[in-house]
């Protein structure tokens, strides 16, 4: 006799987003108790916690295929079935992408100490920062968002800080220096925001040249960017904030930027520049346009040693002509001549130093160091070589943390 009760003990699996419209999103049992554990920190107020629940119940949306959002880019196909993996701060989600378009999340792993690391400073997160005296402090923001002001700035710092405290007084003058900050002054009174990348160096530059001239790419930074683009979708209603990026922070916010593009979101009232790129200036101003952020009569300030962040300048210059109805062509003009300059300057100082000590332009790595030691010997020796005193360019462009704290004692 057939028992009809035998099927009682077995568990349905759970529908978690799209029960009444959308693409239906459903959870196995083994992936079921973290996802809880993240719904309760959620309702908790961990904010952490809710952009990962969220991210996975976006799936109802159908972007699936959208790969700079939340999916790493290429299926994987296991016994006839497509399965993706979310990338998610703190969390790695296993997707199986079903036959009614729906999806299935399979497996759900996430380190529910993530929030301690992020105050601690040992992942990416948002923090406050206040000068007191001459002194810089900075405190973490659990809730993500930038200070609900008028014109708030909020530097993206590259990933080379090694502690948050250090970023925050690393980041002021460079911050000071952009045009649309408002200066020294003001960023020494009112303070500023700052989105923090720890534990990856450097990010982009020759050193890492296929991440710097394809920024949305680099897998590296994307759970940061994630976080940051969620900082920059909480911020679109306050007017005039401004964010900037400094070095490596570059490619950090022109990912943030291209998540916001691919979602439609617009911040039309907010402004953007980018500090001495190490990343393709031509991605961060696509993405930039993609959400209408404002620009200021500069969009970047790369130092002529800046191989990077001079790269694709052209394309910045014709995209902006075409674009931007005060960008005349009398302002690209200016800017065309600019570059040459900046481009020749740095040709003829590195082609004079080489030909100096016989070393060969084809080896691009062997001259850098030199400069560096040179510079700096150059910088403090007051010495002229080839008629042009290029210590202190050089010691900014190689190191600028020396230089920037050298500076800020006079």
Request: charged fraction near 20%; aromatic fraction near 8%.
């Amino acid at each position: 006799m057939l028992d009809t009760n035998s099927h009682k003990h077995i568990r349905r699996e759970l529908i978690i987003a799209g029960q009444n419209s959308g693409k239906p999103v459903s959870i196995t049992p083994i992936a079921e108790p973290i996802y809880h554990e993240m719904v309760k920190l959620a309702r908790g107020g961990n904010y952490w916690a809710g952009l990962c629940v969220n991210g996975v119940h976006s799936l109802v949306n159908g972007r699936l295929h959208q790969s700079n959002i939340f999916v790493k880019p290429g299926a994987v196909l296991k016994d006839g079935r497509e399965e993706f993996v979310m990338i998610l701060p703190g969390c790695k989600v296993t997707v199986e992408k079903l036959a009614n378009d729906g999806f299935k999340v399979l497996y759900f792993k996430a380190d529910l100490n993530y929030f301690e690391l992020q105050k601690l400073g040992d992942e990416p997160g948002l923090y406050r920062a206040e000068k007191a005296g001459h002194k810089w402090t900075a405190e973490f923001v659990k809730s993500g968002k930038a200070l609900a002001k008028d014109n708030r700035l909020v530097a993206i710092g590259d990933g080379n800080h090694k502690r948050y405290k250090l970023a925050a007084r690393d980041i002021a003058p460079r911050l000071a220096d952009s045009p649309i900050s408002g200066g020294a002054t003001f960023v020494d009174t009112v303070g500023f925001d700052f989105h923090y990348t720890p534990k990856l160096g450097s990010l982009g530059g020759l050193k890492n040249y296929k991440k710097a001239i394809n920024p949305n790419s680099n897998t590296d930074v994307h759970a940061s960017a994630l976080l940051l683009a969620k900082t920059m979708y909480d911020a679109r209603k306050i007017n005039g904030v401004r964010w900037v990026s400094e070095f490596g922070g570059s490619a950090v916010l022109t990912q943030a930027m291209t998540i916001l593009a691919a979602q439609g979101i617009k911040l039309d009232k907010h402004y953007v520049f980018l500090y001495r790129p190490t990343s393709a200036p031509n991605k961060a101003l696509e993405a930039a346009q993609a959400v209408g952020l404002k620009l200021d009569r500069k969009f970047s300030n790369p130092h002529m040693f800046d191989v990077i962040g001079n790269q694709g300048q052209l394309s910045v210059i014709l995209k902006r002509l075409k674009h931007e109805k005060d960008y005349t062509a009398f302002k690209a003009s200016a800017d065309l001549i600019s570059q040459g300059k900046s481009i020749q300057g740095l040709g003829t100082t590195v082609a004079t130093v080489a030909g100096g000590v016989g070393l060969s332009m084809a080896a691009p790595a062997a001259i850098l160091p030199y400069l560096t030691a040179l510079g700096a010997t150059a910088a403090l020796a007051g010495k002229v070589i080839g008629g042009a005193v290029i210590g202190a360019n050089v010691v900014e462009a190689n190191l600028p943390a020396f230089y920037d704290r050298v500076k800020s004692k006079f």
